[in-house]
């Protein structure tokens, strides 16, 4: 009866497009209030991380490396690799990035306990952008954008149809509040998420993203993540430079995507123990930031220090070393943040299928 129910309803939303349309966009916005709360609160808690682990550092090694303030920093990174592998074991599908775990649940493969994920995806990330991994906060703040929208839906008891543009909204959402930047939230769910565009879809999306950013705004202010004003206008004579570090980056994007899909295997080397992996690779970005510290955590600092400050060539080539590096052992061990080979191939399967 309850099934008999629910095609119904959705019949009969489907057949009133108008007020269908007028829904999503009202669910669109809560979710968008929603998410633009829950990002902006992640922002700070990245910040307060970030600060909080170069203040303990700073403090435990002030008389130097010595071998108690050695010791004293090996416990603190063992009991944060503890907590990350108490986190992943709590929830297995707040692992990695979340994109595909999100893709998954708009396509109706993967069945999404809404709360659970955003608890341990927000304290997760934190702690593990927050001790200096080389993670990124995009993936993180879409899954959890779409985990909000998910709640709203389930809490508003709207039909399966309707969940998944609200998880698609909040996915916007979630994107848009954690950059400032509205118009990368709908491309991005429009291109990646869902593969398509439609009137249905647009509505939630864009007012989720416009009300997300706006929340966002109002408790972080309008200052954006990426702010490059100020930097001379490049002449048309230097244009070829533009062709070139295109082909570049293809080249090497296409070598560092197989990395990181690939990168898991070198964990196979090592014990089956989650908290001893996570310790060394925590230790690894450790000792790499004694000497590079610009090169942990997402790498917003260091994509704005080198546009605006001259480096030497062998420098950036360090730089960029190191961060592939970090990259590959961050993601590759798939906490939050990164991305896990498992979920990609699920998706892969489904696709491959339709």
Known sequence: MDARLRVLTTYKLLN??????????AGG?????????IISCFRLALTGSASLRANLQSLVFAGGYTPPAIALFCG????????LAWLAKA???????????????????FKLRWLRILLIKFAACALAIGSGLSLGRAGPSIQMGAMAGQGVSRLLARPRIEERYLISGGAAAGLAAVFNAPLAGVIFVLEEINHN?????LFPVLSASVAATFTSRLILGRDTVFNFSG???LQYSDYWVILAAGIICGVLGALF?????NAARLYKLLPNSSCLQNFLL???????????????????????????????????????????LLTLLAFGRGLPGGTRAEFVKMLEKFFAGH
């Not at 929830?91 to 493969?109: D, F, H, T």
């Open 29 to 37: 916005i809560v979710t968008g209030v929603l998410a633009g709360v």
């Open 16 to 25: 009133n497009t108008r007020y269908f349309r007028l829904r999503l966009c």
């Open 257 to 261: 995507n197989y990395g990181l899909l």
């Open 197 to 201: 565009f439609s009137g249905f879809l």
């Open 76 to 83: 603190a990174l063992f009991i944060a690799a503890a907590l």
């Open 282 to 324: 925590l230790a690894v970005t450790a000792i790499t930031g004694l000497y590079l510290p610009e090169a942990l955590g997402g790498g917003d600092d260091l994509l704005t220090n080198t546009a605006f400050n001259s480096y030497p060539v062998t420098v950036l080539l360090m730089f960029l070393a190191a961060k592939i």
């Open 91 to 109: 929830e297995p599908q707040a692992a990695g990035s979340g994109i595909p775990q999100v893709k998954g649940a708009v396509l109706g493969v």
């Open 231 to 233: 930097l001379p206008v």
